[in-house]
């Protein structure tokens, strides 16, 4: 995926400002919690179609509930709401539910933009948040995923921060709609804009009870994931996030940031460390993250 213009000695001289150390973020705090009585009736479905859990009125109030009221680009201008159900409304998948808490409900593909999506409860705590996954024709980053939720909030965000069994969960619907396990990663907060959702995993950390993928191959991954979070976060400053932005990229600047850190890093296997500092340091530039 093509590398976002950017004022490339600037941004590659700040690499030394990066603190060591640096503390993990801290868990994100979800606001205005669904009681728990109002979630209690996913359990019936569980094992059941997405189809059929789409027909109860519970469940669209749910999805009324925690969906962000914004104007959302899915091929064209509609509510987050309408984009949502419409990508639910594709191939479903069963209604997941784990621990008698934890409930996924899915799709696995449609026919517009090869959109599908989720929607995601911990019943117990009575947090939510939805999935929405497409290919954009719009001039952004793509294929792109976007989670949303009306309980989220502020403009900071990093996968690390949501809960752990959330982010396993996410992965596993992934896998089943065949999602690339790498993409342009957003969120939508209560305030209806779109911000980027971080890429702070390690692809080639220790994985917990299984074999991780070889490390030619992680550190491709954790390359990638740091082009996509800098290409999302240029889109959205120039946008100035807009969760229905539509802009287009100019080429020649994009191509000069690269073949200055190409030739700062040089290029191939062995470049990929310093090719991933450099990365993530233009992109805090982006998000505001000068320290």
């Known amino acids: 995926m093509a590398l976002m213009a950017g004022s490339g000695r600037q941004a590659l001289g700040q690499e030394a400002d990066v603190p060591p150390n640096t503390p993990p973020p801290p868990p994100v705090t979800f606001q205005n919690l669904i009681p728990t009585d109002q979630l209690a009736f996913l359990n019936d479905y569980a094992g059941r179609s997405t189809k059929e859990i789409l027909k109860d009125k519970r469940f669209r109030a749910l999805m009324k509930a925690m969906t962000p009221r914004t104007t959302y680009h899915y091929g064209r201008d509609m509510s987050l ?16 539910v784990q621990d008698g808490r934890y409930v996924m409900v899915g799709s696995r593909g449609g026919n517009q933009l090869s959109g599908r999506g989720f929607l995601w409860f911990d019943m117990k705590e009575g947090a939510a948040l939805g999935g929405v996954y497409f290919h954009p024709i719009n001039g952004e980053p793509t294929p792109t995923l976007a989670i949303f939720s009306k309980q989220l909030n502020g403009n900071d965000l990093a996968m690390s921060q949501l809960p752990p069994i959330f982010a396993e969960d996410v992965a596993q619907w992934s896998a089943m709609a065949a999602i690339p396990e790498v993409s342009p990663r957003y969120f939508i907060p209560s305030n209806g804009k779109k911000y980027v959702l971080v890429h702070d995993e390690d692809y080639c950390g220790p994985t917990p009870g299984a074999n991780g993928p070889p490390l030619n191959v992680c550190m491709q991954m954790n390359a990638d994931a740091a082009d996509d979070d800098l290409n999302a976060a240029y889109f959205m400053k120039e946008t100035r996030n807009a969760a229905n932005a539509t802009a287009w990229m100019l080429a020649p600047e994009q191509m000069a ?11 191939g296997a062995a470049a990929l460390p310093c090719r991933i500092r450099i990365t993530r340091v233009r992109t805090r530039v982006y998000l505001g993250r000068h320290s």
Request: charged content about 20%; proline content about 7%; overall charge negative.
């Open 81 to 96: 709401a309408d984009a949502s159900e419409m990508v639910l409304g594709g191939t479903p998948l069963p209604v997941d």
């Open 257 to 267: 940031w690269i073949g200055l850190r190409d030739r700062t890093c040089g290029i």
